[in-house]
């Protein structure tokens, strides 16, 4: 299995002149210095890839020990293609993947192993809460069938961690091709779930503190949470 982070983006919510990946957090670490301290408990850091566009080059002085993909249109793409990028140098063999922005605690990647392991797309979800704003979902024969940020009436929330199996990858990349420059990757698994019945499990991790950072005050809640 490979790991996927997507940390392309320009964040501008935030207001960092810095990629929002390297945004400080008071226990000492950065957004990505924590996300690879926690995955790298679990995972090998050779699997880890990490998509850059924007300020490149802070990213990758910063952390030289992984592999990195570059999207030259990170100024005009959003996630759907990034992640693209990163299948297509991984078609065969299963990803798992999270936005550049969150803040997990690390015992919840032993929550997802047990799906990792038997090798079952899915979607972590935080069903707690459900904030007009964020990525939402809803269910259908317990399998997602709706996920966006306009989804009515939605279960919960997307967390920004996700896996696609091996055996779903391709489908997968083929919808991310039909995404329009602009669209999430969240776009590329509606369209396969419509169109190749892609199986795409909600694991809930609510029981875990687990935020993405947007704005100031997300990072002042981040802070809190992970002192």
């Known amino acids: 299995m490979k790991i996927v982070i997507l940390a392309a983006g320009i964040g501008s919510r935030l207001g960092n002149p810095f990629p929002k990946p390297l945004t400080p957090l008071n226990n000492g670490k950065s957004i990505m210095g924590m996300q690879l301290d926690n995955l790298t408990e679990y995972f090998n850091v050779d699997d880890i890839n990490i998509v850059v566009g924007f300020k490149k080059d802070l990213i990758m002085e910063r952390f030289p020990e992984v592999t990195y993909i570059y999207n030259p249109f990170f100024d005009r793409t959003n996630t759907s293609k990034s992640l693209l990028k990163a299948l297509k ?129 997300d990072l002042d809640n981040v802070n809190n949470l992970f002192r």
């Not at 964020?134 to 997307?158: H, P, Q, R, W």
């Not at 920004?160 to 776009?187: M, S, W």
């Open 89 to 217: 140098k991984n078609k065969d063999q299963s990803v798992l993947w999270l936005n550049g922005d969150v803040v997990f605690d690390a015992r919840l990647l032993k929550e997802l192993s047990s799906y990792i392991q038997k090798e079952q797309s899915f979607v972590a979800v935080n069903t707690s809460k459900v904030a007009e704003e964020e990525v939402k979902y809803t269910l259908k024969n317990d399998y997602i069938n709706e996920l966006s940020k306009t989804v009515k009436n939605g279960l919960g929330e997307a967390v920004g961690i996700n896996f696609i199996a091996k055996k779903d990858i391709q489908n997968f990349i083929t919808r991310l091709e039909e995404c329009d420059d602009n669209d999430y990757f969240e776009r590329g698994l509606e369209l396969a779930i419509e169109k190749d019945q892609l199986q795409i499990s909600a694991v809930d991790i609510s029981a875990f503190d687990c935020m993405e950072v947007d704005f100031k005050e």
